[in-house]
Nanobody, 125 residues
């Protein structure tokens, strides 16, 4: 069973930065495409950013382009999301997810196989 654990969430003010981390158990991390999602209560889980197995291809949701950067360290089984210029509308729970059939970066939640429990990000005015 693959386990994912996020960290790095917190409460900040608009314009501040946060760096989320996600550590993944097991030896197959380098074979997974990885993604970050977020979910507002009552809404579907929304794609934020995704990265290929090797880290050479990234995709971003339009509202975070230029502000968020996804990266990974395969030697550490770790995924990151650097979030700059945070806005109040970024407030919600953020989840990391792994896509076992690495291949193309998925942009919808059903394409991912394993999920972390989430970490709360709160951005105040």
């Amino acid at each position: 069973q693959v386990q994912l654990v996020e960290s790095g969430g917190g409460s900040v003010q608009a314009g501040d930065s946060l760096r989320l981390s996600c550590v993944v158990s097991g030896r197959a991390f380098s074979f997974y495409a990885m993604g970050w999602f977020r979910q507002v209560l009552g809404k579907e889980r929304e794609f934020v950013a995704g990265i290929s197995r090797t880290g050479d291809t990234m995709r971003y949701e339009d509202s975070v382009k230029g502000r968020f950067t996804i990266s990974r360290d395969n030697a550490k089984n770790a995924l990151y999301l650097q979030m700059n210029s945070l806005k109040p509308e970024d407030t919600t729970v953020y989840y990391c997810a792994s896509k076992v059939l690495g291949g193309v970066i998925g942009t919808s939640a059903p394409q991912y196989d394993y999920w972390g429990p989430g970490t709360q990000v709160t951005v105040s005015v």
